[in-house]
């Protein structure tokens, strides 16, 4: 009789391994704590980050749980997680990046904002991204860039594209 009392809970526990619950989305948490974060990290050291994230959008769909830097994580992509994104309240998205991922992003991140404050950002940059905004800050950009290119490169023998890339963004940035 014991060792039936003892064998119940080890039924249990293996048959929640194999019906995970149906309120987490499918992935991998990976290896405790340093979860899929060196994979990550090693893609963006290689500039192959957009091949891992589409790697795991084919492998998981375009929602699934990961670990990052000892965080567990939900990874969503496309159209449909933007639109939720931008245009949540500002309290319906909970995020609680690790001080690392702070330091990096910053903390007055359109994610780490709420309530008012998040509204507010959201709203410029909804307005900022209008397609007619788009259009038109393009337009500008390719005039300046053509300018730009004329006055410092057109007919030059040599030419220092570290030094004149650096003027030409700090002077559109402050101007």
Not at 28 to 49: F, H, V
């Amino acid at each position: 009789m014991l060792s039936f009392l003892l064998f119940i809970p080890i039924l249990l526990l293996l048959r929640r391994e194999r019906n995970p619950s149906k309120r987490f989305p499918p992935g991998s948490l990976g290896i405790p704590i340093i979860g899929q974060s060196l994979g990550l990290l090693q893609a963006m050291r290689a500039n192959t980050a957009e091949k891992w994230v589409q790697e795991r959008i084919n492998k998981y769909g375009p929602i699934s749980k990961l670990s990052l830097f000892g965080k567990p994580t939900v990874l969503i992509y496309g159209q449909a997680a933007n639109k939720f994104v931008f245009s949540s309240d500002g309290n319906t998205i909970g995020n609680q990046q690790t001080q690392s991922i702070k330091r990096i992003l910053g903390d007055r991140t359109l994610l780490e904002l709420s309530g008012e404050d998040h509204s507010r950002v959201r709203g410029a940059l909804v307005s900022f991204l209008k397609p007619e905004s788009l259009k038109s800050y393009v337009g500008k950009m390719d005039e300046e860039v053509r300018n730009h290119l004329q006055m410092h490169w057109q007919g030059k023998q040599e030419v220092k594209v570290c030094t004149l890339f650096l003027q030409f963004t700090t002077q559109y940035l402050f101007d």
